[in-house]
């Protein structure tokens, strides 16, 4: 097991990685990109951050996306994270398959939901901005007991 503890999370770049989501991520043992990627270039400059671990979304259909996996499984800290890009292609019962986490994006709304002991998280969009959703981050930290989460509204410059 990872003893990753503080996680940027970062979903529907869309290939425009801003430097304030950078800067958000900074200080993170470890990146999880949920999806809709839109190159390479975005995940370079985020493993020049940290360790990262990136899904294949919709839009990701390059080459350079060939060797993005659809899910993934990451041992963080405490947690046992499942990563896809869409909520709704989720084919397990997270809670018997003893995740902890499911981070998953595509919506473009940031979200935080707990069923069955379970912690559902999208960190939103931090791509361009689509109709009149915040552009957002997210940084999941596996130290304190609850885990903290906050999200990080990358155009307003606040947390929440």
């Given at each position: 097991m990872s003893d990753a503890s503080i996680i940027g999370l970062i979903s529907d770049t869309h290939g425009l990685l801003r430097q304030e989501a950078v800067s958000a991520l900074e200080g993170s043992d470890l990146i999880i990109h949920a999806g809709d990627v839109g190159n390479a270039e975005t995940l370079e400059r985020l493993r020049a951050i940290a360790p990262v671990v990136a899904v294949r979304g919709n839009i990701d259909k390059s080459?350079?996306?060939?060797?993005?996996?659809?899910?993934?499984?990451?041992?963080?800290?405490?947690?046992?994270i499942y990563v896809l890009h869409d909520i709704q292609q989720?084919?397990?019962d997270s809670a018997s398959a003893h995740f902890n986490i499911v981070v998953s994006g595509h919506s473009h709304?940031?979200?935080?939901t707990e069923r069955s002991g379970v912690l559902y998280l999208n960190p939103g969009s931090a791509g361009p901005r689509r109709f009149h959703?915040?552009?957002?981050v997210a940084r999941l930290n596996l130290i304190p007991s609850p885990w903290s989460l906050d999200f990080i509204d990358l155009l307003q410059g606040h947390t929440n």
């Open positions: 080459a350079w996306a060939a060797s993005l996996p659809l899910t993934a499984i990451v041992e963080a800290h405490s947690a046992l989720l084919d397990l709304k940031p979200g935080r959703l915040p552009v957002t």
